[in-house]
């Protein structure tokens, strides 16, 4: 049941990608930054559908606790689908640092905030 409750948290523990914007500090080259742009907007297709069943299913974990009804296994899927969308945002970061120079990336991680990341992400 620990493992559930963390899982929950996931959201809040996602390492939150800068914005576009904060990238263009890093002088990306035109491939760099279509390739980043592909990048992003496979990783939004992607959370878009699953952002859509975890508000659903939060939904049905209210009915459950109001009904009193088992709420286990709907917590279970809210968990599966933030840690799908957690594994998705962290698979873009890694393709976006791989699209980066060395230079850009070291230069990427001193723009970076000191602590640890807020749940909506860090404040840009």
Same mark, same amino acid.
Request: overall charge positive; aromatic content about 0%.
């Given at each position: 049941?620990?493992?559930?409750?963390?899982?929950?948290?996931?959201?809040?523990?996602?390492?939150? @990608?800068?914005?576009?914007?904060?990238?263009?500090?890093?002088?990306?080259?035109?491939?760099?930054?279509?390739?980043?742009?592909?990048?992003?907007?496979?990783?939004?297709?992607?959370?878009?559908?699953?952002?859509?069943?975890?508000?659903?299913?939060?939904?049905?974990?209210?009915?459950?606790?109001? @009904?009193?009804?088992?709420?286990?296994?709907?917590?279970?899927?809210?968990?599966?689908?933030?840690? @799908?969308?957690?594994?998705?945002?962290?698979?873009?970061?890694?393709?976006?640092?791989?699209?980066?120079?060395?230079?850009?990336?070291?230069?990427?991680?001193?723009?970076?905030?000191?602590?640890?990341?807020?749940?909506?992400?860090?404040?840009?």
């Amino acid at each position: 049941m620990k493992l559930v409750f963390a899982l929950l948290l996931l959201p809040a523990l996602a390492l939150a @990608q800068p914005p576009l914007e904060k990238l263009e500090a890093l002088k990306l080259t035109d491939t760099q930054r279509t390739k980043i742009e592909t990048l992003r907007d496979a990783e939004r297709r992607k959370a878009i559908p699953l952002e859509a069943d975890v508000r659903l299913a939060e939904m049905d974990l209210e009915d459950a606790i109001e @009904q009193g009804g088992a709420t286990g296994p709907i917590v279970d899927r809210i968990a599966s689908l933030r840690g @799908q969308m957690l594994a998705a945002r962290v698979a873009t970061r890694v393709a976006v640092r791989a699209v980066l120079t060395p230079e850009q990336r070291t230069k990427l991680k001193a723009m970076r905030p000191e602590g640890p990341p807020h749940r909506d992400g860090p404040p840009r």
